[in-house]
C-alpha cells in the first residue's frame, strides 16, 4: 500500500511539473541557429522499457526548423532575434502577473528546459520513470543554484549532498527516491523516480543508455516523428494489454479479442515530421497474419495516369472475393438468424436484378477504385483485375436489363456508354399515382456511364467529355510517382486514402506565424522587427502544400494519419481551385495481395537493425581515425540478427555493412548494403544501396549504387 501510495504521489508530481511546463506559453532562450536540442532519450533507450513519451517544447514544435515547408522561415536571423525578444518580454512581463506560475519548479521548466521532455517508464523490478532533457546551464554549480530554489516549493525539494564530480546526486523531498546525473558539457540532465531506486540501481540503468534504437520503437516512431521535437507516445502492447484485460469488462475483451487487437505487439501515436511533411496518426504493430481477423493486409499499385499534376486523389481499395467471403463470415457469427436471413436475401435480389453477384464483381474488379482530379476534369478509376470475366458480366447485366452499352470510337480508343433506368424510373404504381402527369416525364430520367480503358484501369465517368480530354492532353503524370515525391504519401497499403493540393498554403501558413509573433509582441508588451522579416517570395517558399488523409493496412503495420505542411489546421485554409474535392467514398476492406508489403517490412528488420552496427563504426572511427580491421569488425556484427534478418556483417578497413535475410523471408533474394564517408568534419554519413528489387528497398536505398567491394559478390 506504502509503494502504490508513493508511485501515486510521484507521478501526480512528474505530471504537474510537465503539464505546468508544457501549457505555458513562456519559451526557453534560443541557443544558436538551433535553439532548441532534438530528443535525446529516444535513440537509447533501455530494452525492457514498457512506455516512452516525448512532451515537445513549444518552441521545438512551433519555431524550430524540423525538415518542413517552413524551415526557411524559421531559419531566418530576423526570426531567430524576434523569438528571443518575445521570449524576454514573456518571462519579463507576462510571468509575474501569473501567481499560478510562480513556483521554483515552473521557472526551472520555463526558464532553463531547451529540448523535449522525454520519460520512459519502467515496471521493473518496480515502477519507475527515467526523465531526460537539456537544460541552459553550464555547470554543476549553476544547476545546484537551480535546485536550491526548490526548497520554496510545495513539497520542499532539496539536495541531499552536493553533487559529485561525477555529476550525480539525489533529490529529497519526493513521495519516492529520485537520482539525477547531470553532464555539464552538454546540459543533459537525467532522473529516475521510483519506490525501488537506488543509486545503484540507477547508475546501471544509465549503463545501458547507449545508441542502439530500439527498433520496434523507431519503426513506429519514423512514420509519425522523424525531427525529434514532436509529440509522440510509444507503448510496449505486449507487456501492457494483459494487465489492462485484468480490468475490463468481459464484453469489452471479447469486442478487442474478435478484433485481434488484443494481440497488438506495439503502438505508437504522435505529431511531428516524417519525410518533409507534417503527420498526425496512430499506428499499430498488429502482426502475424493470424491476429489480423476483420483487418487484412492491402497491397496497391497505382500505376495509373492523370492529366498533369491532379488537384486531388481519392482511393478505395476493394477485397477480393474470397476476403469478403471471409470478413463476411466473422460478421455472421455475431448476427442473429434474422439478420444473416437479411442479408443473405440483399445478395440474392442483387444477383437476381442485375445477374451479376458481388463476388463475381470483385473477382473481375479492383482493388483499386480511384477518384481523379485534374485538368481533365473530375472522373472514376477502377483497375480490372481480370477483363474476361468483366466481358461477361457486362453480358449478364445487359441480359437481365435488357440493355447492352453502345459504343463510340475517337482518339483512337473505344469508349462506351451505358444509359440505364434512374431512381424515379423505377417507382411503384402508388408512387407514381401520387405525383401525377409529372411521373410519366420523371419516369423519362436515365444514369449515364462512359469509360474507356487505358492500361490496366477502366476511366469512368458520367459524360465522355472528361475522358475524351484524358486522351487528347496526354494523361502521361504517374499518380503513384506524384503520391510519393509531392505529397509524401505511401499508399502502397492504404485502404482509404484522401489528399490533394492547396494553393498557396505555405505561404499563408508563413503569415499566419507573423501574425502570432506579432500577438505575443503585444501581449509581452515587446518591440519586434516585423518589416524586415523576408517575405514569402524572397524565401522561396513552395507554392502549394499538401493536405491527405490515410488510413492503411499493411505488414506489419495498421495505422491512421493525417499529412500537411506543419498544423493539422491546414485543412481548413484551404481555398480556391487546389482544395481537396474528395468527399463520400465510404471505407471498405482490401484484398489480402500480401508479399510485397510483407517483405518490405522483413527487410526494414535489417534496416533497423543495421544501426546498431553503424554505431559501432561510427565510434571506432571517431577514436582511431580508420575503419575497423578484421579483428574488430568480425566482433562488430555478433549478435546482430532477427527473425527475417541471418547477419549483419562489418567489411574490414571499409567499414561497409552488409546486411543478409533469411532465403525464405526475402523471396526475391538480395542484400542491403550501408557504405560509410566522412564530411570535412570527420563526421560519418551513410549511403544506403542494395541488391534486392526495388518495390522491396527502403525508400532511401533505392537508385544508390553498390559499394565497390561488394559489387561482384553482389
Not at 123 to 128: C, D, I, Q, V, Y
Not at 424 to 448: K, V, Y
Not at 489 to 512: E, N
Request: proline share 7%.
Amino acid at each position: 500500500m506504502y509503494k502504490s501510495r508513493c508511485v501515486y504521489a510521484m507521478m501526480i508530481v512528474v505530471v504537474v511539473m510537465l503539464i505546468s511546463a508544457n501549457s505555458s506559453t513562456a519559451l526557453a532562450a534560443p541557443a544558436g541557429e538551433t535553439p532548441i536540442q532534438a530528443a535525446w532519450l529516444t535513440e537509447r533507450l533501455p530494452a525492457d522499457t514498457l512506455a516512452y513519451t516525448r512532451i515537445p517544447h513549444p518552441l521545438g514544435i512551433f519555431a524550430t526548423p524540423k525538415g518542413n515547408a517552413l524551415d526557411p522561415a524559421l531559419r531566418s536571423p530576423v526570426n531567430a532575434e524576434n523569438v528571443r525578444k518575445i521570449q524576454q518580454g514573456i518571462l519579463g512581463n507576462v510571468l509575474p502577473l501569473i501567481p499560478d506560475l510562480d513556483d521554483p519548479r515552473i521557472r526551472f521548466l520555463i526558464g532553463h528546459v531547451e529540448s523535449p521532455l522525454e520519460l520512459a517508464f519502467f515496471a521493473a523490478p518496480a515502477p519507475s520513470v527515467l526523465l531526460a532533457m537539456h537544460v541552459g546551464l553550464d555547470s554543476v554549480a549553476a544547476l545546484e543554484a537551480a535546485i536550491a530554489e526548490f526548497a520554496e516549493s510545495e513539497p520542499p525539494l532539496s539536495l541531499a549532498a552536493p553533487i559529485d564530480a561525477a555529476g550525480h546526486g539525489q533529490l529529497t523531498g519526493l513521495p519516492a527516491p529520485a537520482f539525477l546525473k547531470f553532464d555539464a558539457s552538454s546540459g543533459l540532465l537525467l532522473m529516475q523516480i521510483g519506490p525501488a531506486v537506488t543509486a545503484e540501481s540507477f547508475r546501471a540503468v544509465l549503463a545501458t543508455l547507449v545508441p542502439a534504437a530500439n527498433s520496434r520503437m523507431t519503426a513506429i516512431e519514423q512514420q509519425l516523428d522523424q525531427s525529434g521535437q514532436g509529440w509522440f507516445l510509444w507503448i510496449d502492447a505486449e507487456k501492457t494489454l494483459p494487465v489492462a484485460q485484468m480490468f475490463m469488462t468481459p464484453e469489452n475483451l471479447a469486442k478487442l479479442q474478435a478484433t485481434g487487437l488484443d494481440k497488438v505487439r506495439t503502438a505508437g501515436i504522435g505529431w511531428g515530421v516524417a519525410d518533409a511533411k507534417g503527420r498526425l496518426g496512430i499506428v499499430l504493430d498488429v502482426a502475424p497474419e493470424g491476429n489480423r481477423q476483420f483487418l487484412p493486409f492491402v497491397s496497391n499499385n497505382l500505376n495509373l495516369t492523370s492529366v498533369g499534376p491532379p488537384d486531388a486523389i481519392g482511393m478505395l481499395s476493394l477485397p477480393t472475393a474470397e476476403e469478403l467471403a471471409r470478413i463476411e463470415s466473422l460478421f455472421l457469427e455475431s448476427m442473429t438468424p434474422e439478420d444473416r436471413d437479411e442479408w443473405q436475401k440483399l445478395k440474392d435480389d442483387l444477383k437476381a436484378e442485375t445477374g451479376v453477384s458481388v463476388e463475381e464483381l470483385l473477382s473481375a474488379l479492383g482493388p483499386e477504385l480511384v477518384a481523379i482530379f485534374d485538368a481533365a476534369g473530375d472522373y472514376g478509376a477502377i483497375r480490372l483485375r481480370d477483363p474476361v470475366l468483366f466481358e461477361q458480366l457486362m453480358g449478364a447485366l445487359a441480359a437481365s436489363s435488357g440493355i447492352a452499352p453502345d459504343t463510340h470510337r475517337a482518339h483512337g480508343k473505344t469508349f462506351y456508354h451505358w444509359s440505364m433506368p434512374g431512381d424515379l424510373a423505377i417507382m411503384d404504381a402508388e408512387a407514381a399515382d401520387q405525383m401525377g402527369p409529372a411521373s410519366e416525364i420523371l419516369m423519362r430520367q436515365r444514369e449515364h456511364i462512359y469509360w474507356v480503358q487505358d492500361g490496366d484501369f477502366l476511366y469512368v465517368a458520367s459524360v465522355p467529355q472528361p475522358l475524351f480530354d484524358r486522351i487528347s492532353k496526354s494523361a502521361d503524370t504517374r499518380i503513384d510517382r506524384w503520391l510519393k515525391d509531392q505529397q509524401h504519401i505511401d499508399t502502397t497499403s492504404s485502404f482509404l486514402m484522401l489528399t490533394g493540393t492547396s494553393r498557396k498554403l505555405p505561404m499563408r501558413l508563413y503569415h499566419i506565424y507573423i501574425e502570432l509573433l506579432q500577438m505575443l509582441a503585444d501581449l509581452s508588451e515587446t518591440d519586434i522587427d516585423v518589416w524586415n522579416m523576408p517575405t514569402a517570395d524572397q524565401l522561396s517558399l513552395a507554392t502549394q502544400g499538401v493536405v491527405g488523409f490515410t488510413v492503411n493496412l499493411g505488414d506489419p503495420y495498421v495505422s491512421a494519419t493525417m499529412t500537411f505542411e506543419s498544423n493539422p489546421g491546414e485543412a481548413l485554409l484551404g481555398s480556391g481551385g487546389g482544395t481537396i474535392a474528395v468527399a463520400g467514398i465510404v471505407a471498405a476492406i482490401a484484398i489480402p495481395a500480401y508479399q510485397d508489403y510483407t517483405t518490405r517490412a522483413h527487410v526494414m528488420e535489417g534496416y533497423y537493425l543495421a544501426t546498431q552496427a553503424q554505431d559501432a563504426v561510427a565510434t571506432y572511427h571517431a577514436t582511431d581515425g580508420e575503419f575497423p580491421p578484421p579483428s574488430v569488425a568480425a566482433a562488430m556484427g555478433e549478435g546482430l540478427t532477427g527473425t527475417y534478418t541471418e547477419s549483419i556483417k562489418v567489411m574490414p578497413g571499409s567499414g561497409v555493412i552488409v546486411v543478409s535475410f533469411f532465403a525464405e523471408a526475402i523471396p526475391d533474394g538480395g542484400q542491403l548494403f550501408f557504405e560509410p564517408s566522412t564530411d570535412s568534419q570527420g563526421v560519418i554519413e551513410w549511403v544506403c544501396s542494395g541488391t534486392l528489387p526495388a518495390n522491396h528497398m527502403p525508400e532511401d536505398c533505392r537508385d544508390n549504387e553498390v559499394p565497390e567491394e561488394v559489387h561482384g559478390g553482389a
